[in-house]
């Protein structure tokens, strides 16, 4: 169908359909499952061969990318994590009906939509994020550190503009050491997931004081084993580190089925 066709199409019936992801055959849409815009679309499901396609009906007029569309798309496919493996696509894939999903995309791409979720099966995604205790660790830093215990020093009987560069300097090297400690923490995470994780990917920190962020693909039958890890962590690092398990997530990390025209 040409992209004047589709237009005229979607100008016809004034709705599309939007696609959360991919999924084996056999998975069936939860209940209570629902969907972007307002109110919530009904997400429905569209079948090809034994993979399928999760979906929703959106009018065409109503535009997306509210935060409560953002949240609905991926709760329903972190959801869907938990029970079944998933090809997640980026927000925003919209096509023009039923018939473009199941032949421009699923049948288009059955084989390696197959060959993906097959890979996935049992796994899901999960967020390994710890952060620094802001004062445990100057206090650390200052104890441990002669340069940064000087620093503060001269800051603290100088006054104010008179100490700029000491603050300066002082802020540089706090700056180093959790760069530092960071990469050393998030090291030791790794090693202590062993085989729990089939795959670790490290994200970006979002925040300055961030000490570990990792992403991960686990089995979601030991999600258990993962929570004592963290469990084991916050022992040990105690008021240094405060750590947290997210999951289980659509594997955005480690698999993103392409956006349909893209």
Known sequence: MSTAQETETRSESKTAVYVYGIVPGDVEV??????????PATVDIIHEG??????SEVPL???????????AHAQLLDGTASVAPVLPLRFGAVMTDADSVADELLQAHHDEFA????????????IIKGRYNE?????????????????RDDIQNKPKDASRNSQIA???LIANVIEQQRAAHTNEVIEVLGELAAQVNPRDPTHEWDAVHLAMLAEVERQADLEDVVK?????????????????LAP???????????
Do not use: T
């Not at 916050?234 to 398990?245: K, P």
């Open 30 to 39: 939860q209940k209570n499952a629902k969907g972007v815009g307002e109110p």
């Open 61 to 71: 007029d109503q535009p997306l990318g509210r935060p409560e569309d953002l949240q």
């Open 252 to 262: 955005y990390d480690f698999v993103v089925a392409a956006k349909p025209g893209g």
């Open 50 to 55: 034994d993979i399928a396609a999760l979906v």
């Open 170 to 172: 002082l802020g540089e």
């Open 115 to 126: 060959a993906a979720l097959e890979q996935l099966e049992g796994l899901a995604e999960y």
């Open 135 to 151: 004062k445990e660790f100057l206090s650390q830093l200052l104890s441990q550190d002669r340069q940064a215990a000087q620093l």
């Open 232 to 248: 084991r962590l916050n022992e040990e690092w105690r008021d240094l580190i405060s750590v947290r398990l997210l999951g289980p």
